[in-house]
């Protein structure tokens, strides 16, 4: 089983349309996460970090639940330009550095 | 403020060469940690610099080294390369207070 796991999609949506990725992690020790955007051929840029509170920025929401191991991302009133690959990554913590990255979910936006 | 920089852009090498990608942090990172991104698929944790040596690192071969210089700056070399080393490489950078990394454009390795 693969540490982070995420549904590869593509998820193929209309433009205002209300879109949700999950994303599962394996290793409970897990501490930290993030959503990255990356677009083609280029490289991933930070979405937003992920709090065990939740958090929002725009249309954008991030959720975490450690019960159940998995995180969370949000998309309302999808644009055109939110056309994209969504990666999810995820930290042990305590210095470790090393961010495990799930296979990306790709997300076309229709007109 | 500049970001994350890499060289060179792109980069076409044959089976057995060895090369080096060159990484800059962004303004006010001292930590260093270097990616493969094969396509379709997340980026691969190579390994990670901070204070000029090797912090942690990935599952990849010894072929695969680095070094960090005192100005935080890295390189990545890789020895012997085959053809499955064809990938986007990236270097992220970060700070000691932070675990949020942030990415550079990337070398794209052709091995030919």
């Known amino acids: 089983r693969k540490e982070v796991e995420q549904d590869p999609g593509p998820f193929n949506v209309p433009e205002g349309a209300t879109v949700a990725f999950n994303c599962t992690y394996s290793n409970s020790a897990s501490q930290s996460f993030f959503w990255y955007r990356q677009d083609c051929r280029k490289e991933p840029k930070l979405l937003m970090s992920v709090y065990s509170s939740g958090n929002e920025d725009g249309r954008f929401t991030a959720q975490l639940n450690r019960a159940s191991q998995y995180i969370s991302l949000l998309i309302r009133d999808s644009k055109l330009s939110d056309s994209a690959t969504y990666l999810c990554a995820v930290n042990k913590g305590g210095n470790t550095g090393k961010l495990i990255f799930g296979q990306g979910t790709t997300l076309q936006v229709k007109p | 403020d500049a970001g994350v920089t890499q060289s060179p852009t792109h980069l076409i090498k044959t089976r057995g060469q060895q090369v080096t990608l060159r990484c800059s942090p962004k303004?006010?990172?001292?930590?260093v940690s270097w990616y493969q991104q094969a396509l379709g698929q997340g980026p691969q944790f190579i390994f990670q610099y901070y204070e000029e040596e090797e912090r942690q690192r990935g599952n990849f071969p010894d072929r695969f080294s680095g070094h960090q210089f005192p100005n935080y700056s890295s390189e990545l070399n890789v020895n012997a390369l085959l053809l499955g080393d064809s990938a986007l490489y990236l270097c992220?950078?970060?700070?000691?207070?932070?675990?949020?990394?942030?990415f550079g454009p990337g070398t794209r390795l052709l091995v030919l």
């Open positions: 992220a950078s970060s700070n000691r207070h932070s675990e949020t990394q942030y």
């Open positions: 303004s006010g990172h001292d930590t």
